[in-house]
């Protein structure tokens, strides 16, 4: 059985075609499957779950963006269910990573029919209340406020509200005091921002950790030392092409496990993930995808 869950609020006008043609092509092959189609992310969740407990699901398809694979991602995690995405959201960063952004529902869809499945990292981020999965970025500081502020913008549409977002925010933006605990090491810095990746990218395709990889069962850290908001803005447009790691403010650690401490909170593929401070690993193979190639 396949299960098609539907984000509408995400689909910029594209998501009926994309939706029908994918339902027409499942029909074609025989395919049975259904359709979660509800008003609110609680009322999606609780029928995700439903479907999960009393049908035999196989593969996931969502159709929206990364809020609502993480919704999918937090019930399916370490199964042998395989999670797809056609993108119809803002961002789209997994549907960059496993390769269906910019690709047409036909092909899609013949990754899930034709190909064998592939398995992927997956990071958790928890504290004492909270556990959270996520296959992206994890962000902390002035990068999890932008990301915050950004999600509730209506206007304008699409990734330039992340730029919007930043600019308007940054005149405010103020250095934090983290503590970095990687194994036996202890790292105390002070740092506008911290970001913690699996993939490579948040933010419709800012490539904040470009070496990162959800194959290598490790994840990628980055922190800037302070600098002046200048210098910030002259670092950022780098971010889009990954050069900006070559900046001497910005630094990068990698690990399968990281602490990370600080009076502040943190946000997992766009997604609340809790106050810090929080724990932070690896686990491999722990999501079951397609790579669309």
Not at 122 to 142: D, K, P
Request: glycine residues 8%; aromatic residues 10%.
């Amino acid at each position: 059985m396949w299960l098609l869950v539907l984000n509408r609020s995400s689909g910029k006008g594209k998501f009926s075609r994309k939706f029908l043609d994918f339902k027409a092509l499942c029909d074609a092959q025989n395919i049975k499957y259904q359709v979660i189609d509800e008003k609110s992310a609680e009322l999606t969740e609780n029928r995700f779950q439903s479907e999960l407990s009393s049908s035999k699901i196989e593969v996931v398809v969502a159709f929206g963006g990364d809020g609502l694979i993480s919704l999918c991602l937090q019930k399916i995690v370490r199964s042998d269910i395989g999670l797809t995405v056609v993108p119809t959201g803002t961002g789209n960063d997994f549907a960059r990573s496993i390769g269906t952004y910019g690709k047409s529902t036909e092909e899609i869809f013949s990754s899930i029919f034709n190909s064998n499945k592939t398995k992927i990292d997956v990071a958790l981020c928890e504290n004492n209340e909270t556990r959270r999965y996520f296959v992206q970025v994890l962000s902390i500081g002035f990068d999890a406020t932008v990301n915050r502020f950004a999600n509730s913008m209506k206007y304008p549409k699409g990734k330039i509200k992340y730029t919007i977002a930043m600019l308007l925010l940054l005149p405010r933006a103020k250095d934090i005091d983290f503590e970095v605990k990687q194994g036996p090491n202890s790292l105390k810095i002070k740092s506008m921002l911290v970001a913690v990746a699996n993939g490579s990218s948040y933010g419709g395709g800012m490539k904040i950790l470009p070496n990162a990889s959800f194959r290598d069962g490790l994840l990628d850290l980055l922190y800037v030392d302070p600098v002046s908001k200048l210098t910030l803005l002259s670092i950022f447009p780098r971010v889009f092409r990954g050069t900006h790691t070559k900046h001497p403010a910005v630094h990068l650690l990698q690990s399968r496990n990281f602490e990370v401490a600080a009076s502040t909170d943190a946000y997992a593929d766009g997604e609340y993930a809790g106050v810090l401070p929080i724990k932070l690993s690896v686990i491999k193979d722990g999501l079951t995808t397609w790579i669309c190639k």
